[in-house]
T-cell receptor, first 114, second 117 residues
């Protein structure tokens, strides 16, 4: 129940295309859903985040779509660029008695071809 | 501004040796997290501290692992004795405030790549 399932494991997209990464969770107590971007040799960095009372959040080319009833959320990268090539992790934060604990998905390795 | 600083960046040692990983969180942050990243298990939370106090250590794999935070600007993760299966990248992260209702992001260091031979 504490898991966050992420798919696909890897993704290849042409430059200018749309990259879509999906995540699903079971625990309805999760109250915050961030996406992190990680480049090789670096730590993950927060990309965009959403709370479950919002169905969509957009920041530049990055959009999170959130479906509370289906317990699913996804990251859309519009106009994907080679510089977006990285590993992306979705995460979910535990509820009231879980503090700041984040549960991470397994990650998606995105490659954007020029 | 200085981010989360981890040392060493790389560590190679023989099994049975003691390993100490170090972390300096961002100044003013009061929550600190230790993660382990492997291909098989992904990114796992080992332990986190709030105001220097360990809050949840349920992710610490076994008694060979220990973590301390003697003050707000320093934390260590120690493995004694080390084993080859401990080989991984270990990340430290800090945030301004943890807890439900807080949207403060976790800021990660660049990690320590640990290889146990």
């Amino acid at each position: 129940q504490q898991q966050v399932k992420q798919s696909p494991q890897s993704l290849i997209v042409q430059k200018g295309g749309i990259s879509i990464i999906n995540c699903a969770y079971e625990n309805t107590a999760f109250d915050y859903f961030p996406w992190y971007q990680q480049f090789p040799g670096k730590g993950p960095a927060l990309l965009i985040a959403i709370r479950p009372d919002v169905s969509e959040k957009k920041e530049g080319r990055f959009t999170i779509s959130f479906n509370k009833s289906a317990k699913q959320f996804s990251l859309h990268i519009m106009d994907s660029q080679p510089g977006d090539s990285a590993t992306y992790f979705c995460a979910a934060r535990g509820g009231y008695n879980q503090g700041g604990k984040l549960i991470f998905g397994q990650g998606t390795e995105l490659s954007v071809k020029p | 501004d200085a981010g989360v600083i981890q040392s060493p960046r790389h560590e190679v040692t023989e099994m049975g040796q003691e390993v100490t990983l170090r972390c300096k969180p961002i100044s003013g942050h009061n929550s600190l997290f230790w993660y382990r990243q492997t291909m098989m298990r992904g990114l796992e939370l080992l332990i986190y501290f709030n105001n220097n106090v360990p809050i949840d250590d349920s992710g610490m794999p076994e008694d060979r692992f220990s973590a301390k935070m003697p003050n707000a600007s320093f934390s260590t993760l120690k493995i004694q004795p080390s084993e080859p299966r401990d080989s991984a990248v270990y990340f430290c992260a800090s945030s301004l405030e943890a807890g439900s209702g807080s949207n403060q992001p976790q800021h990660f260091g660049d990690g320590t790549r640990l290889s146990i031979l």
